[in-house]
């Protein structure tokens, strides 16, 4: 979305103008976030830019940019350009980017592929062994509950 937004009305005042441009931006922030995602993506994000032109729009972030078209409209700016971009995102909000294909050649043995040697899976048991406390006590009841009923 690309759009310069016009806060002079002759009939409608600033505030309402302001209002519908926050509801333009809501509007096609929903509209984007329905967009099924592509693989590798869980959600979309969105590039912000804001400025009273496109020359002098900076990049804001989605949370602050009704906070940024206030501040602009109290400085008495009557246009305001909003730019956005979605972008799909994987989980730690880093863009989803495909991974490249290495070649046959610089493949290396996948762990799969390699068995492990019996020195490793001796050192393997005790640690796992180790690691579950024997004291423990179950947290279920070791009665079953037909016996408990038959009582």
Known sequence: MKKTFKLEHPKIKVPRVV???????????????????????KYWGFDCKLGASEETAVEVQLPSLTKSIDAL??????????EITAKALEGGGTPAVETPQESPET?????????????????????????????????????????????
């Open 73 to 82: 409209v109290e400085k008495n700016i009557m246009t305001i350009y909003v």
């Open 19 to 41: 209002d519908s441009v926050k509801h333009d931006i809501k509007k096609y922030l929903k509209k984007e976030r329905k967009n099924t995602l592509p693989a590798g993506a």
């Open 107 to 151: 493949e290396e043995p996948s762990p799969k592929n390699v068995e492990p040697s019996p020195e490793a899976e001796e050192q393997e048991a005790p640690m796992t062994a180790q690691t579950a406390p024997q004291t423990a006590k179950p947290i279920w009841p070791t009665q079953s509950l037909k016996s408990s009923q038959e009582d």
